[in-house]
């Protein structure tokens, strides 16, 4: 019991000393001393280092916060207005498919109850068995903007025949439009790439490096893959106002012919490097953020695929490497374990 206490306590020590050295060094051993503090317990200063001291900056800061983690209802838009009507297409694509039907159904509701309270104005005008209710036109209207026309119901005078070719020019409207963005929401390109849930700072040979495990999910190839990584943090401009600031992260290799199961993407963090002399601590004050772009070329569709993700600092493990997925099988074949993708190794 002692010795599993003792274990993690060395856990957390070792823990809180990754926080606060530099990205391209190698953590202090647990039992060495961690870097002493500023006052107040505030994280060591650097030279190029902004402290805000007022609770105004402070809450500015929480405000900008994780903004690339967060979806569009999360996020109010003050002073914008959000055109439907003139955006309907874009609006029909990206509804989840939940909202979609919910407006399909009710949309199609509502249509036939309009043209049912237009028959109601003379129901002596379509023929039927008995005498006509709200429901029965509504049926009735359905047959017509459906094209059906089952034979029992039909128009017999001028009123009513105008209302069914109005319906029937609207209906013809409709299920063009409706199958057209049903259509378009099947055949949307949709980048089925996975992305580690962790990022990690490897330090193999001497070489210190932020790498990210991306894999493609799909039985065909990605061809001509870019990726693109930047770190994205909250600065203070000269005019004193917080801006989100994104530098770009060169990869030892950004762009990729083919990308057929998975591969490493790795940054060096060396004196051109953004992350050089930077301390997790430092990077959580500014709300830093590491995003991943990616843009390639389905083969099977040919159609290009795109696919974006984020990391907060809070997510990237320091002095680790991801543990290898492809194997040697005895038959001669190449296993993929999948399985182990998310999983990383201590050095």
Not at 60 to 71: C, D, G, Q, T, V
Not at 74 to 80: I, T
Not at 289 to 315: K, P, S
Request: hydrophobic share 45%; with cysteine; aromatic share 10%.
């Amino acid at each position: 019991m002692k010795s599993l206490w003792q274990r993690m306590k060395e856990q957390r020590t070792a823990r809180r000393i990754a926080k606060y050295t530099p990205l391209g060094e190698e953590p202090q051993a647990p039992d060495q001393p961690a870097p002493k503090k500023a006052a107040g317990g505030a994280p060591p200063k650097s030279p190029n280092k902004l402290h805000l001291t007022t609770k105004d900056a402070m809450r500015r800061f929480k405000a900008h916060a994780m903004m690339e983690e967060k979806s569009h209802d999360e996020v109010v838009r003050v002073g914008l207005r959000d055109s439907f009507w003139t955006d309907f297409y874009h609006h029909a694509l990206t509804a989840s498919w939940g909202t979609f039907a919910c407006f399909a159904f009710i949309f199609y509701i509502a249509v036939n109850l309009f043209f049912a309270l237009l028959y109601w104005v003379k129901p002596e005008q379509v023929t039927a068995d008995g005498q006509h209710t709200l429901l029965s036109l509504f049926f009735f209207s359905v047959q017509t903007l459906s094209t059906v026309g089952y034979g029992g119901m039909a128009p017999v005078g001028l009123y009513a025949h105008t209302i069914v070719s109005f319906e029937v020019l609207v209906g013809m409207m409709i299920n063009a439009l409706s199958t057209g963005v049903v259509f378009a929401r099947f055949a949307r390109p949709r980048a089925r790439i996975l992305f580690s849930n962790t990022a990690v700072i490897s330090n193999e040979n001497g070489v210190p490096a932020l790498c990210i495990r991306i894999a493609n999910m799909r039985m065909s190839v990605i061809l001509s893959l870019d990726v693109e990584v930047a770190l994205s943090r909250l600065v203070m401009s000269e005019n004193g106002h917080l801006v989100r600031q994104f530098d770009q992260l060169a990869l030892v290799q950004s762009h990729f012919p083919v990308l057929r199961f998975a591969f490493v993407m790795a940054h060096v963090i060396g004196p051109e490097s953004p992350l050089h002399g930077k301390t997790v601590a430092e990077l959580e004050h500014e709300g830093a953020e590491i995003v991943v772009t990616v843009t390639g070329t389905d083969e099977a569709l040919g159609q290009t695929v795109f696919a974006r993700t984020a990391y907060r600092f809070t997510h990237v493990r320091h002095n680790h490497r991801f543990v290898d997925i492809v194997l040697s099988r005895p038959d001669g074949r190449i296993a993929v374990d999948y399985t182990r993708f998310h999983d990383i190794e201590e050095h």
